[in-house]
């Protein structure tokens, strides 16, 4: 079975703290996303990427940037945290190729104060 | 942008019932692909059915079953002798043939009666 973990289930940060939501998929797949998701609008994208240091923006990527510095490993940062960023963000991760499946981590519900 | 939309916030039905969720969808596009995801209140996001728009016949997943019009551009889906375990929200998706992105409708929550 495909594993995807993301560091926190709940988080609460202050306005202006940079924020570090980590995430890591065990079956070595290409590509991993990540979004959030408010009541009311579903999930939105925020970036994906598809290779190692690969990445590109999606919907909503303004106040979000990311790494990828393994394979395995997708993180999602606030550079500074406002309150219009508490949310759910999920994590998601695909094999190579648009016909693939996406598998989706936990998710990190974040309260910005 | 292509656009999701599921017009039932939410949903009840009763245990061992059959629930219908709508989602209709914009693309001018012919490759693309549907799905249904399932977020039960854990949070864990599953896929429960896809349909790839190029196949008329309706994918099913035991009792899960979608009913995809493509010329009306609806694909809604049926939980045919509804379980407890079945209780969640559902999102319609939709991703264009060529393209990585997900565009998500805004949910149904399934509430369902013992």
């Known amino acids: 079975d495909v594993k995807v973990t993301q560091s926190s289930r709940y988080l609460v940060k202050r306005t202006g703290e940079k924020v570090f939501l980590e995430c890591v998929q065990d079956?070595?797949?290409?590509?991993m996303f990540w979004y959030r998701q408010d009541p009311g609008l579903g999930l939105r994208l925020i970036y994906f990427?598809?290779?190692?240091?690969?990445?590109e923006k999606g919907d909503i990527p303004e106040g979000y940037s990311v790494s990828r510095e393994k394979k395995e490993r997708f993180s999602l940062i606030l550079e500074s945290a406002s309150t219009n960023q508490t949310s759910m963000y999920l994590c998601?991760?695909?094999?190579?190729?648009?016909?693939?499946?996406?598998?989706f981590g936990p998710g990190t519900r974040l309260l910005v104060l | 942008a292509q656009t999701v939309t599921q017009s039932q916030p939410e949903m009840s039905v009763q245990e061992a019932e059959t629930v219908t969720l709508s989602c209709t969808y914009d693309?001018?596009?012919?490759?693309?692909?549907l799905f249904w995801y399932k977020q039960p209140p854990s949070r864990q996001m599953i896929l429960v059915i896809r349909?790839?728009?190029?196949?008329?016949q309706n994918a099913t997943e035991n009792r899960f079953s979608v009913n995809f019009q493509k010329a009306a551009k609806s694909f809604s889906l049926k939980i045919s002798d509804s379980q407890l375990g079945d209780a969640a929200m559902y999102f319609c998706?939709?991703?264009?043939?060529?393209?990585?992105?997900?565009?998500f409708g805004a949910g149904t929550t399934v509430t369902v009666r013992a």
């Open positions: 998601a991760s695909s094999l190579e190729g648009t016909q693939e499946t996406q598998y």
């Open positions: 079956m070595d797949h290409e590509n």
């Open positions: 990427s598809y290779d190692v240091k690969m990445k």
């Open positions: 693309t001018s596009e012919s490759d693309y692909y």
């Open positions: 349909q790839e728009a190029y196949k008329q």
């Open positions: 998706a939709y991703r264009s043939g060529p393209d990585y992105k997900l565009s």
